[in-house]
């Protein structure tokens, strides 16, 4: 998944993305509110990750604008202030949870397991098709009962055609979904990603299908 951080304490910036990031997630960091509006109007993203307190404005402001433009990406506060007022104040304006300084990476995590569950409308992480189970939170893909092992690219990529099986993602869509814009990489990265997924994917009863002119998507076979 993508994730924006809004973040300017940048040793904690540094820990949060290293610890998504370990999970196979793609991160781009925001250290201002100025460049978060700049990511959130320009990319797609899974989970915005907020504080409060920014160099230039107020996190809130952000949180206002953000819904004010109809954005329904999931939103979890990362807040110093444990105020039941201030915590309201922020679930009032559109924040789906939040969580207080200082936390342990753990909660943060279950917490943003929690939030895109209830963003995706499922009860658990978990997602069938075909004869495999997937569960991109926990990283694990299972095919006729046998646990296939997933690379972190392989795992968000088919995150990605499950989130919208026989949806056409094209080649600039997926490199815009799997990387962030620190990683310089050319769309034929897809090709050999593509590749390795289907090999993974053999007795599943899902396949990838390659859509001339246009890019991939997931079908049943």
Do not use: W
């Amino acid at each position: 998944m993508r994730f924006l951080l809004v973040e300017d304490n940048m040793s904690l910036a540094a820990a949060v993305s290293d610890r998504l990031q370990m999970d196979g997630h793609v991160v781009d960091h925001a250290p201002c509110a100025k460049d978060a509006e700049a990511f959130a109007e320009t990319t797609d993203y899974d989970l915005i990750l907020l504080d409060i307190m920014l160099p230039d404005g107020d996190g809130r402001s952000f949180l206002k604008a953000h819904r004010a433009r109809e954005g329904k990406t999931p939103v979890i506060v990362l807040t110093a202030r444990s105020e039941v007022s201030d915590r309201v104040g922020v679930l009032d304006l559109g924040a789906d949870d939040y969580i207080t300084k200082p936390f342990d990476f753990s909660e943060l995590e279950a917490r943003c397991r929690a939030v895109l569950r209830r963003h995706g409308g499922n009860s658990s992480n978990q997602q069938r098709f075909g004869d495999l189970v997937f569960d991109p939170l926990a990283g694990t893909l299972v095919v006729a009962g046998k646990t296939i092992p997933l690379r972190n690219k392989e795992l968000r990529l088919l995150e990605i055609f499950l989130s919208a099986p026989e949806r056409i993602f094209s080649k600039a869509k997926l490199v815009d979904r799997l990387f962030s814009y620190d990683e310089d990489v050319s769309e034929n990265a897809i090709e050999v990603y593509v590749a390795r997924l289907r090999k993974r994917l053999a007795g599943s009863g899902a396949a990838i299908v390659t859509v001339r002119g246009l890019g991939y998507r997931i079908s049943l076979e």
